[in-house]
Nanobody, 123 residues
Framework: QMQLVESGGGLVQAGGSLRLSCVASGPPFISYAMGWFRQAPGKEREFVAAIIWDGGNTYYGESVKGRFTISRDNALSTVYLQMNSLKTEDTAVYYC????????????????WGQGTQVTVSS
């Protein structure tokens, strides 16, 4: 079982930046692709970003392309989500995910999920 613990959420003004972190424990971190999803109240869960095991490939949801950057530090078993130029519509609970499968990272059937961290963007 892999455990995922997110941190870094909070309240920020529109146009600002936040960096989310997710620390993994359990199975070898480098064996897993990592991802981020988000869910706003009353809305479906949305794919944000994903990164392959060695960081050599990334994938982003259309709504965050060019603003968000996913990265990972395998030595620290940590994945990051740098969020710039934040918009009010980015307000959501952000979830860290892990899976050995990389075939369709945009689908929300990842094996492991964190508890989520709240991001609120004010106007």
């Amino acid at each position: 079982q892999m455990q995922l613990v997110e941190s870094g959420g909070g309240l920020v003004q529109a146009g600002g930046s936040l960096r989310l972190s997710c620390v993994a424990s359990g199975p070898p971190f480098i064996s897993y692709a990592m991802g981020w999803f988000r869910q706003a109240p009353g809305k479906e869960r949305e794919f944000v970003a994903a990164i392959i095991w060695d960081g050599g490939n990334t994938y982003y949801g259309e709504s965050v392309k060019g603003r968000f950057t996913i990265s990972r530090d395998n030595a620290l078993s940590t994945v990051y989500l740098q969020m710039n130029s934040l918009k009010t519509e980015d307000t959501a609970v952000y979830y860290c995910t892990a899976d050995k499968d990389w075939s369709r990272p945009w689908e929300d059937d990842w094996d492991y999920w964190g508890q989520g961290t709240q991001v609120t963007v004010s106007s």
